[in-house]
Nanobody, 116 residues
Framework: QVQLVESGGGLVQPGGSLRLSCAAS????????MRWYRQAPGKEREVVAV???????NYADSVKGRFAISRDNAKNTVYLQMNSLKPEDTAVYYC??????????WGQGTQVTVSS
């Protein structure tokens, strides 16, 4: 059974940091492109960060220089380190696994709230 389980969300003050984790099981994690998406209230879901199976990285312009995605294939886990958080980073953050020719997988989401 495929599972993507996010953790690490919460309430943080502006300028603070959080690290999200996404633990994967039930598929060949190392072969998948892993993405973090987010969805703020009233807005469309958007991709935040991407890490390929070979470790190539890509980020949304809004988070470049503040967020860092990484993966540990031995632990079947992808991370999102979020620094210098802003109120506009408030959203539900979702983990996504994708691979050409295979169905994609989504986590259930974790809430991140940036507020003083």
């Amino acid at each position: 059974q495929v599972q993507l389980v996010e953790s690490g969300g919460g309430l943080v003050q502006p300028g603070g940091s959080l690290r999200l984790s996404c633990a994967a099981s039930g598929f060949t994690f190392s072969s998948y492109i892993m993405r973090w998406y987010r969805q703020a209230p009233g807005k469309e879901r958007e991709v935040v960060a991407v890490i390929t199976s070979t470790g190539a990285l890509n980020y949304a312009d809004s988070v470049k220089g503040r967020f860092a995605i990484s993966r540990d294939n031995a632990k079947n886990t992808v991370y999102l380190q979020m620094n210098s958080l802003k109120p506009e980073d408030t959203a539900v953050y979702y983990c996504h696994a994708g691979r050409g020719g295979y169905p994609p997988y989504w986590g259930q989401g974790t809430q991140v709230t940036v507020s003083s």
